[in-house]
């Protein structure tokens, strides 16, 4: 009982640090974030894709190396999911570099927020006062 005891609060140790929960919650951000990316890229931009390049699909390019028969099916190359698995790539690589470019400028924009300036230290205060004083004196 004392080892599996000793790895349950090994096991509860681990699970509890800052770490795991926050890349548990980067996963589970980032799945529901696949889905709009994904959906930006199939129903936005691969239909004005499909349009500019006069309705090409990609997908359906193929090698035939042997005609499907009767009794076995067609065994071809389909480089042309190759090549819009590669688009799609490219594609969302652009969505995603773009949300993160606006979300840089978001929080640049946040820092450069103007800040008051901070109090000078004692010792500059102190000699900023005996300046004014001698001064005063003359």
Same mark, same amino acid.
């Given at each position: 009982m004392g080892k599996a005891s000793g790895f349950l609060a090994e096991f509860k140790k681990f699970i509890s640090r800052g770490n795991v929960v926050d890349m548990a919650v980067g996963v589970i951000v980032g799945s529901a974030f696949t889905g709009i990316v994904n !959906? =930006? #890229?199939n129903q936005v931009a691969m239909p004005f894709i499909g349009w500019l390049i006069g309705g090409i699909n990609f997908s359906e390019f193929k090698i035939v190396l042997e005609e499907a028969t009767e009794e076995t099916a067609e065994v071809a190359v389909l480089?042309?999911?190759?090549i819009q698995?590669?688009?799609?790539?490219?594609?969302? !690589? =652009? #969505?995603?570099?773009?949300?993160?470019?606006?979300?840089?400028?978001?929080?640049?924009?946040?820092?450069?927020?103007?800040?008051?300036?901070?109090a000078p230290p004692a010792d500059v205060v102190l000699l900023t006062e005996i300046r004014d004083l001698l001064k005063e004196k003359q």
């Open positions: !959906s =930006l #890229v480089y042309g999911s190759f698995q590669i688009i799609n790539f490219l594609l969302i !690589s =652009l #969505v995603v570099f773009c949300v993160v470019k606006i979300l840089n400028r978001f929080h640049k924009k946040k820092e450069e927020a103007p800040k008051a300036p901070a």
